[in-house]
């Protein structure tokens, strides 16, 4: 089940999405400054196939989000929706029984807006 997913987080009265990343830092990004979002094959997969297959950018007025990952697709979806409510990472192991798969998290905070 999706709300079943450690990854991925469904609010539909999401007002701001948390984004824990790989570091243990955890960002609150209002949906109010969502830009857009590119989902995509990650590049890196044509390097070792060990490389999460799916890479999304995720763009907000205040940073810029990776996700590293399989099945994005439901991410994408409650994004588009305003309800997504947290990403974070996780065991790869979890690829057997997680429709979407959260590998990795990185946010940079734009310059002009720190």
């Given amino acids: 089940s999706p709300r079943d997913n450690p990854c ?10 948390a984004f824990l990343t790989d570091d ?3 960002y609150l990004l209002p949906y109010a400054q969502f830009l857009y979002a590119e989902r995509m094959a990650n590049p890196a997969l044509e390097k070792g196939p060990e490389a999460s297959p799916e890479k999304m950018s995720i763009h907000f007025g205040c940073a810029d989000v990776i996700v590293l990952g399989s099945g994005l697709k439901q991410l994408e979806s409650w994004l588009q929706k305003n309800e997504l409510s947290f990403v974070m990472s996780a065991d790869s192991r979890l690829d057997v029984v997680c429709r979407a798969l959260i590998t990795a998290v990185t946010v ?4 002009e807006n720190v």
């Fill in 108 to 111: 940079t905070l734009t310059k």
């Fill in 24 to 26: 243990g830092i955890s």
């Fill in 8 to 17: 991925l987080g469904h609010d539909s009265n999401a007002a701001a999405v």
